[in-house]
């Protein structure tokens, strides 16, 4: 799995990538073969202004399904890194159980002939 990190509008320094870098390996350390590819993007949307302004977002490309894509502004960018990572981890489980149950249910039914074969 390959991933990168872009930042805007901020600078980013070696404590936010490794926190990244160690947030990130914890949530997808089971998931991380389903993974092809992920970007994450942090925005400071204000720049110094005061406010809801730290934005995160998450693209991840898993094999074989749709790209995943999350974004989270909060008011710091720990908090926004933290949520948006775990809800785009949610999201693949997801997906990936989604899919088991769909490969589990279509071969009964296409015997049955419920399915029409794709």
């Known amino acids: 799995m390959k991933w990168d990190i872009y930042f805007r509008n901020m600078n980013g320094g070696g404590d936010t990538i490794?926190?990244?870098?160690?947030?990130?390996?914890?949530?997808?350390?089971?998931?991380?073969?389903?993974?092809?590819?992920?970007?994450?993007?942090?925005?400071?949307?204000?720049?110094?202004?005061?406010?809801?302004?730290?934005?995160?977002k998450v693209v991840i490309k898993p094999l074989g399904l749709k790209p995943i894509v999350v974004t989270e502004k909060r008011d710091t960018l720990v908090?926004?890194?933290?949520?948006?990572?775990?809800?785009?981890?949610?999201?693949?489980?997801?997906?990936?159980?989604?899919?088991?149950?769909?490969?589990?249910?279509?071969?009964a039914e296409q015997e049955l002939g419920l399915v029409e074969n794709l």
């Open 18 to 56: 490794g926190y990244i870098d160690r947030r990130f390996s914890f949530t997808f350390s089971r998931l991380r073969h389903y993974i092809d590819s992920a970007a994450i993007t942090l925005t400071d949307l204000n720049g110094p202004k005061a406010g809801v302004d730290k934005q995160c």
């Open 79 to 107: 908090v926004a890194i933290d949520r948006a990572i775990t809800r785009a981890g949610q999201c693949l489980s997801r997906r990936l159980k989604r899919r088991q149950v769909l490969a589990r249910k279509l071969p």
